[in-house]
Nanobody, 126 residues
Framework: QVQLVESGGGLVQAGGSLRLSCAAS????????MAWFRQAPGKEREFVAA????????YYADSMKGRFTISRDNAKNTGYLQMNSLKPEDTAVYYC???????????????????WGQGTQVTVSS
């Protein structure tokens, strides 16, 4: 099992940047595929980005490509989401998630992830 705790959210002006962190418990973090999702009020949880267990492969939702960067440091049991050029429509609660098996076909589906953090609020003002 793994427990996830997000941090780094906050209020930022449009065009600004934030770096989210996802701290994982346990010594097997490096065996988990990790992703970030977000959920705005009244909307479904949306895939943001994913990264393979050793960090060699990354995947992004089209609207985040070029603005967001997912990374991980397995030595620190921590994943990251660097968000640049933020827009008001990026306002949401951001969650990190983890799963043991990897599938490109299902990586964007929130239901396929076994472990979730509590979320961190990101608010982008115009």
């Amino acid at each position: 099992q793994v427990q996830l705790v997000e941090s780094g959210g906050g209020l930022v002006q449009a065009g600004g940047s934030l770096r989210l962190s996802c701290a994982a418990s346990g010594r097997t973090f490096s065996t988990y595929f990790m992703a970030w999702f977000r959920q705005a009020p009244g909307k479904e949880r949306e895939f943001v980005a994913a990264i393979s267990d050793l960090g060699r492969r990354t995947y992004y939702a089209d609207s985040m490509k070029g603005r967001f960067t997912i990374s991980r440091d397995n030595a620190k049991n921590t994943g990251y989401l660097q968000m640049n050029s933020l827009k008001p429509e990026d306002t949401a609660v951001y969650y990190c998630a983890a799963r043991r098996d990897f599938s490109i076909a299902t990586m964007t589906r929130a239901t396929q992830y076994d472990y979730w953090g509590q979320g961190t609020q990101v608010t982008v003002s115009s």
